[in-house]
């Protein structure tokens, strides 16, 4: 193998292990992801898909495909910027431009949207097949979707939030001041007594 061909190998390796760290959004979303795998076979198993749950399980998977890209992409964006809330990576400089300005996270919004259209294909599974699998869906769906906010929302976004403003502090406490955490730019107004 030429010179050029080991500096390749060994720079491709180093990328997989930097960006495959266990760290806490990987944890949290592989855990989501086969609790709906686990949910999706059980419901499977139980009943299988009909005629009437396919366009909608289709319609779930679509939406969930366009979120993943999305998501990817919105990676992309991030790094081609220097940002980068992973604790192991750090931040060269914080991104607050694009969908940055109205979401302090919309990598993981897209990660819940993609969960609400995997809750809105087990729910297509378990209305098609009725009984006790639209029981199942019925509870599953919900209670999923929220323990995936709820693992994001407490057990990763502090800790990101922590780096970035160690990194960046007065920036970091000035977007804060502008951007939701979730979804939507904070008022500027002042808030009177109606």
Known sequence: ????????????????????????????????????????????ALHAATAQSLPFLALAAVGYAVSLGLKFALVVYLERRGGDARQFVGSERLVTSGPYAVSRNPVYVLALAQSFF?????????????????????????????????????LVIPYEEMALHAKHPDAFAAYCARVHRWFGLISSRPQGNL
């Open 118 to 154: 995997w809750s809105l294909g087990l729910l297509a599974l378990g209305l098609a097949a009725g009984g006790a699998c639209a029981g199942l869906a019925a509870l599953a769906a919900p209670a999923l979707l929220y323990l995936h906010y709820w693992g994001i929302d407490a």
């Open 1 to 44: 193998m030429s010179f050029e061909g080991r500096a390749a190998v060994v720079w491709l390796c180093g990328r997989v292990r930097n960006d495959l760290q266990f760290s806490r959004i990987f944890l949290v979303d592989l855990t989501a992801t086969a609790a709906y795998c686990a949910t999706t076979a059980l419901l499977l």
